[in-house]
């Protein structure tokens, strides 16, 4: 019994990690092979998970809402904002960019600053919302309330509440019954 205890706990990221997170919720699960850079601008709220091989990316401060789940290899990046309200699901893969950079500097974040054009925004997710598998969230866009968004869609404008998204670049395709 013992043992099997000891197991569990081994899976997730050390009290002395989750202690340099900006707010630590209840219940809150970080699986030890995920990344989190920046902890200090992360909270993370009442029954979040986050699966290993997951990387999210503290940049200019992330919120996570209560049970919102990280699934592995998916992530937040790129320096910006991200604020994700409740009961959010991320699948497999999917990638919320909340800054990048521009095409009129140089592109590579290994080149001079003064040669490069990055921009910073913020990437807001409503509640009960849903991004599919290696979907990609570009910077400035919200998903409202109850947005879906499919697997593989590139989303480059607002969704709006309780609408469904899909496709390379997202367009709707639905609506859901609100919840
Ligand atoms: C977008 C999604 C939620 C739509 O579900 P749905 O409303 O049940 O949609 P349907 O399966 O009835 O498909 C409706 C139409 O959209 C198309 N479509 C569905 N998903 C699509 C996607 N991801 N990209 C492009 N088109 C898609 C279908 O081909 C269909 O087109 P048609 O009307 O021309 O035949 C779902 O297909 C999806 O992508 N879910 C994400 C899955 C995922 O990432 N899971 C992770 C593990 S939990």
Same mark, same amino acid.
């Given at each position: ?11 997730? @990221? ?17 699986? @030890?092979?995920?990344?989190?850079? @920046? ?15 997951? =990387?999210?990316?503290? %940049? *200019? ?33 999917? =990638?919320?960019? !909340?800054?990048?950079? =521009? ?25 009960? !919302? ?25 989303? !480059? @404008?607002?969704? *709006? ?12 395709? %639905? ?5």
């Amino acid at each position: 019994m013992q043992k099997q205890h000891e197991k569990t706990m081994d899976e997730f @990221k050390p009290i002395e990690f989750m202690r340099r997170l900006s707010f630590v919720g209840n219940h809150v699960m970080v699986f @030890k092979h995920s990344l989190i850079l @920046k902890p200090e601008n992360v909270s993370l709220f009442d029954y979040v998970r986050i699966d290993d091989y997951s =990387r999210i990316e503290g %940049g *200019a401060g992330v919120i996570l809402g209560n049970n919102v789940h990280f699934a592995s290899f998916s992530g937040i990046l790129g320096g910006g904002k991200c604020v994700i309200g409740d009961h959010c699901g991320v699948a497999q893969g999917a =990638r919320i960019i !909340t800054g990048t950079e =521009r095409i009129t500097g140089y592109m590579s974040a290994a080149s001079p600053m003064e040669l490069r054009d990055s921009m910073r925004g913020q990437i807001t997710i409503g509640r009960l !919302t849903f991004i599919g598998s290696n979907s990609v969230i570009m910077p400035n866009v919200t998903i409202h309330d109850g947005g879906v968004v499919g697997a593989g869609a590139v989303v !480059t @404008k607002d969704v *709006a509440p309780w609408t469904i998204v899909a496709g390379v670049p997202a367009i709707k395709i %639905g609506e859901r019954e609100k919840l």
